[in-house]
Nanobody
């Protein structure tokens, strides 16, 4: 069973940037797609971004397209989410997840981290 540990969250002003990291255990990390989801207070968890096993294919939610960038380093078992031009509506707990397929549904992912809080002040 893979373990995923997110870090890098925090409090930032609107317009600022944060870089989230996700460290994965296990030797098969590079075989899997990875994704980021988020859950705001009182809302359902929603898809943010995903990339395939090699990082050659990425896909973003419309709400973050052009502002967020997902990437991975298979040599280090790491996934990243660079978040620029942050908005108050980006405030949420952000989760990384291992994908059975490179999809956008929560059911496409079989392992989840504990989440990291991102708060964007106006």
């Amino acid at each position: 069973q893979v373990q995923l540990v997110e870090s890098g969250g925090g409090l930032v002003q609107a317009g600022g940037s944060l870089r989230l990291s996700c460290a994965a255990s296990g030797r098969t990390f590079s075989s899997y797609a990875m994704g980021w989801f988020r859950q705001a207070p009182g809302k359902e968890r929603e898809f943010v971004a995903r990339l395939n096993w090699s990082g050659s294919s990425t896909y973003y939610a419309d709400s973050v397209k052009g502002r967020f960038t997902i990437s991975r380093d298979n040599a280090k078992n790491m996934v990243y989410l660079q978040m620029n031009s942050l908005k108050p509506e980006d405030t949420a707990v952000y989760y990384c997840a291992r994908g059975v397929v490179a999809g956008t549904r929560q059911s496409d992912y079989d392992s989840w981290g504990q989440g990291t809080q991102v708060t964007v002040s106006s």
